[in-house]
């Protein structure tokens, strides 16, 4: 894979360092509590023909899938907000309960992250539920744990945002190889005529969390996904890298002649949390549903050959709370770069939380 020399490589550091700002980022949207469990986010921004800023994500409520959905409430609620004053201020526009997003028989019992995109037929919505009535590949069905299902992704496309609380879904990503069994937390990455969507894979084992991606050209042709695109890595992140947006680097100071694009991912080192030795140094181990913030690139778009920034620590950790840091993404306007990120808070909730880069200071940053 093509790699860019240690000084771009910094100036890239910076620049995703500028946009995930912890102290600087501001509360955009609030948990149904403040306390662990609770969260919104899992979601991107886009910006409407209008100007408005648009951001869809989930609430998710306290619940353990261990011990089955009912001990909890957890992925609640599917909504998307809007500002029409360039993120000063949000009002939901739109919402979608578990019942609202089944499909067929296939009844949802959690809703995971989505993405968003203004098309030229309208808006598409992009959705991952878990679902009742799919069962695990042939000679695993008893590791489905009691009261789970499996996740898979859903499509719609309707003439404006409000329709799309009617449209039809339909489900454009599943699989059966007990590898990549569970397919969630769509997000968009667009490069000319392809669409890129890519999601995180868990196996039946529920040990890791890894990325895939399948590419649409020409509308509705859908390419053969691939389950397995960049590997997890040794250190801080050995038990999961889950990639939540690819957002190409603005062609200025020294990357003007540059197709660059950072890669924000989530990792961690162990699934559920473990103890430390007592004597050891405390730092943030990352784990599931507390994971914290990863950095890398590509060039040339290409999401086959993605190079770490973050070898040997995470390069984005809250200074509050678990230090979870998680499901960033990135929206280019005119107005500046947006980041919007869900960020572990003193009480441990995880609320949304938004910070913007003025072009002046990006074109500073990259020389």
């Not at 549903?289 to 993605?306: P, Q, R």
């Amino acid at each position: 894979m093509p790699r860019l020399d240690e000084q771009l490589e910094n100036r890239l550091f910076e620049l995703g360092r500028e946009l995930i700002d912890q102290q600087n980022a501001k509360v955009i949207v609030e948990p149904q509590d403040r306390s662990t469990g609770f969260w919104f986010g899992g979601g991107n921004m886009i910006q409407a023909p209008n100007g408005d800023l648009l951001v869809i994500g989930r609430y998710r409520n306290h619940g353990d899938s261990r011990t089955g959905l009912g001990a909890g409430q957890r992925g609640l609620e599917l909504a998307i907000f809007r500002s029409t004053d360039q993120g000063t201020s949000w009002e939901k526009a739109l919402s979608f309960d578990k019942p609202s997003l089944n499909v067929g028989d296939r009844e949802v019992l959690s809703i995971e992250g989505s993405a968003i995109r203004w098309a030229d037929g309208g808006v598409e919505l992009f959705v991952s539920t878990e679902k009742k009535n799919i069962a695990y590949p042939a000679g695993l069905e008893g590791f489905l744990k009691p009261g789970t299902g499996v996740w898979t992704i859903e499509h719609a496309i309707a003439d404006d945002l409000e329709s799309l609380a009617t449209a039809k879904l339909s489900t454009i990503i599943e699989c059966d190889d007990p590898q990549f069994v569970h397919v969630k937390d769509p997000f968009l990455y667009e490069r000319g005529d392809d669409l890129n969507i890519l999601f995180c894979t868990h196996p039946f084992c529920w040990t890791s969390s890894n990325t895939g991606f399948v590419t649409r050209t020409g509308g509705s042709l859908l390419k053969a996904a691939e389950y397995d695109v960049f590997e997890r890595g040794f250190t801080w992140d050995v038990a999961m890298t889950r990639t939540t947006a690819v957002v190409d680097v603005p062609r200025v100071g020294r990357f003007s002649d540059i197709d660059a694009s950072l890669v924000f991912y989530d990792g961690g080192e162990c699934v559920r949390n473990l103890d430390e030795h007592s004597a050891a140094i405390k730092r943030p181990r990352g784990y599931s549903c507390e994971e914290l913030g990863g950095l890398a690139y590509t060039v040339n778009g290409d999401l086959t050959g993605i190079v770490r920034l973050s070898t040997i620590e995470p390069a984005f950790v809250s200074p509050w709370g678990t230090g979870c840091s998680r499901y960033v993404d990135v929206l280019t306007t005119t107005h500046g770069m947006y980041a919007t990120w869900q960020q572990s808070r003193a009480d441990l909730s995880q609320p949304l939380v938004m910070n913007r880069v003025e072009h002046s200071r990006i074109q500073q940053i990259l020389g």
